[in-house]
């Protein structure tokens, strides 16, 4: 199996956070940026590069509205603008983030996505369009919020987006989350996802919750990534032939965590742990 | 003001910590519940992430009870802060040693931020257990208690906790963060550069 670029996320930078080490750029051979500024202005983005010149470069795009009625060419130009010299190999969003009152970074919300046939055709248009326009691929991630209307669960939306052409995103946490929350079996959504059109993935964290005296399952993007979600990375990478990157969100982690748990999908990967 | 010796016998105060009302009688109940709110506000300030997972823990306001029955008045003879004397009740307490180690080490890394005078931090220097090398405080611990606090950090970010905090008053169930440690023994150990303290974890085994 081709083992896929190992990144790791990046975000807007902080002061009270400060900069990550050049110990956690070194040892990736990407970066996703997913900040709200452009990614040339942000520090982190810069200091990353600074630490790493050989980086390669993905852009998680936070406010464009996949499933909208887009004016590509109006979109397509804000991202670009975006992108001004940054060498980005690949653009991917999910299809949660939306922008309300105005475009500056204030007026981005997140609210939940709902898995619809209409939903499906309205982002496959958009992406192949956007692409058409950028020159740059754009995936499809699938959101940590969702509602599931038509019987549709994740693993069919997916494969729904991936017979219209659409690439796609894997994000382990979000896909075993809603396993978990809405009952049902990971293994056996797992093996319906259409594999052939994952180029990318993300791992992170996940924290189990109590609402309701119910177990729920959420992002953390501040803790090492649990064994399950481990897994099923590898199981992916063996079975995804396009996946191309495999990102560690931890852009809000400590640089201990970062390191943990950029070692502990690198040891997953190489068969060293099992 | 000179620093009570004594809780007269009679008192209403004594009664209602040695006797926490049931909550079918209103009054006296909410009169026990602010008495409460004063110890958790007081702890909050100073180990906010402790705080949080502690009210995840417990679940329910009469697991203060024991506290209230056996220190909440000497807190008052004593004349500290409740802070200071509700941990010394938890650290001698049977709960769990990740809680332990999440409070020793979060007042010890904010002790600047809300006390500067020496005795005081020498208080709580041997409360917390904290130990002198000649360049680094540290604290015997049972787990790596940074990454306790990033999962807490990351759940506070993630769910309503940080930002809803209202949602209570229209009835809204709790989001609880139900936390699974590993046992690690190994020392927590606290560097001060440029104004900013920092923690880091060293397993023992390493």
Redesign the interface.
């Known amino acids: 199996m081709n083992r896929p670029s190992i990144g790791i996320s990046v975000s807007d930078y902080s002061e009270e956070r400060g900069h990550s080490p050049s110990q956690v750029y070194c040892q990736v051979g990407h970066i996703e940026y997913g900040g709200f500024d452009a990614p040339a202005h942000d520090k982190e983005f810069r200091h990353a590069l600074e630490c790493n010149s050989q980086l390669a470069v993905g852009r998680h795009l936070v406010s464009t509205e996949l499933p909208s009625n887009l004016d590509i060419r109006a979109e397509a130009s804000r991202i670009l603008d975006d992108l001004r010299a940054v060498p980005a190999r690949y653009l991917l969003t999910d299809a949660e983030y939306w922008h309300l009152g105005g475009r500056s970074s204030k007026n981005v919300w997140v609210r939940p996505c709902s898995l619809t046939p209409e939903m499906c055709a309205q982002i496959i248009g958009n992406c192949r369009a956007l692409e058409q326009e950028i020159g740059l691929p754009i995936w499809v991630e699938n959101p940590a919020f969702i509602e599931v209307e038509y019987d549709f669960t994740v693993s069919e939306f997916f494969y729904r987006l991936a017979e219209g052409g659409a690439g796609l995103c894997f994000d382990v946490g979000h896909f075993l989350a809603f396993c978990v929350n809405e009952s049902l079996d990971p293994e056996f959504e797992f093996s319906q996802l259409p594999f052939e059109a994952i180029h990318a993935a993300h791992v992170a964290?996940l924290?189990?919750?109590?609402?309701?005296s119910k177990?729920l399952v959420?992002?953390?993007?501040?803790?090492?990534p649990p064994a399950d979600c481990l897994e099923f990375a590898r199981q992916l990478v063996k079975r995804a032939p396009n996946l191309k990157w495999l990102t560690y969100e931890a852009e809000?982690?400590?640089v201990?965590?970062q390191i943990a748990g950029l070692r502990s999908i690198m040891e997953k990967l190489d068969g060293r742990t099992n | 003001m000179g620093v009570p010796t004594d809780v007269a016998t009679t008192d209403y105060y004594r009664h209602l910590l040695r006797n926490p009302p049931d909550a079918t009688e209103q009054g006296a109940h909410l009169v026990w519940v602010r008495l409460i709110s004063h110890v958790l506000a007081s702890v909050e300030q100073r180990a906010p992430n402790f705080a949080l997972a502690l009210c995840c823990e417990y679940k329910d306001l009469s697991r203060f009870g024991s506290y209230c029955r056996d220190d909440y008045e000497q807190k008052y003879l004593d004349a500290v802060p409740h802070a200071f004397s509700f941990v010394r009740y938890f650290l001698a307490s049977d709960e769990a040693n990740w809680l332990k180690d999440l409070v020793r080490c979060e007042i010890w890394l904010n002790r600047n931020q809300f006390t500067t005078k020496l005795e005081q931090q020498v208080k709580w220097r041997d409360l917390l257990g904290v130990k002198s090398r000649s360049d680094f405080d540290y604290i015997l611990v049972t787990h790596d208690v940074?990454?306790t606090i990033?999962?807490i950090?990351?759940?506070r970010?993630?769910?309503m906790s940080r930002i809803g905090n209202l949602l209570w008053l229209l009835g809204v169930?709790?989001?609880?963060?139900?936390q699974?440690v590993n046992s690690r023994p190994g020392i927590a150990i606290f560097n001060g550069a440029n104004g900013r303290e920092s923690l880091?974890?060293m397993p023992a085994d390493e």
């Open positions: 964290g924290s189990r919750v109590e609402y309701m177990e959420i992002d953390n993007h501040d803790i090492q809000l982690a400590s201990d965590v | 940074t990454v990033q999962e950090v990351g759940y970010e993630t769910t169930p709790p989001i609880r963060l139900l699974r880091r974890f």
